[in-house]
């Protein structure tokens, strides 16, 4: 399962909440968080702290998806590592009816 993660840039990617806010196929997740090919941003994990989930984001708070080896199928050219999406966490959360 791919895991879908909102980060905040300080000297290194922290993760905010400290877990994924989703997990989900990643064919599912390509087209409503546009991950194409391109984006593919880093293979370093981000940093789990105590940061919490923000009331409000940043405007550089980022969404990174996750590929891990179960999710690289056959005929894709996605490969292992963390991807970008150009959306941000708040339309993130909109886009995957993630809350109430």
């Known amino acids: 399962m791919a895991k879908v993660w909102f980060v905040r840039r300080q000297n290194r990617l922290i993760v905010l909440g400290g877990k994924p806010v ?26 789990v702290e105590d940061e919490p989930l923000p009331e409000e984001f940043a405007p550089s708070d980022m969404v ?12 894709t050219n996605y490969r292992v590592g963390f991807y970008s999406s150009p ?7 909109q886009r995957l009816k993630l809350g109430s």
């Open 87 to 93: 959306y941000s966490p708040k339309a993130v959360t």
């Open 22 to 47: 989703y997990e989900g196929n990643l064919e599912a997740l390509i087209w409503p968080l546009d991950l194409g090919l391109h984006r593919y941003f880093t293979e370093q994990a981000p940093v």
């Open 64 to 75: 990174l998806v996750e590929v891990t080896k179960d999710d690289v199928v056959a005929g």
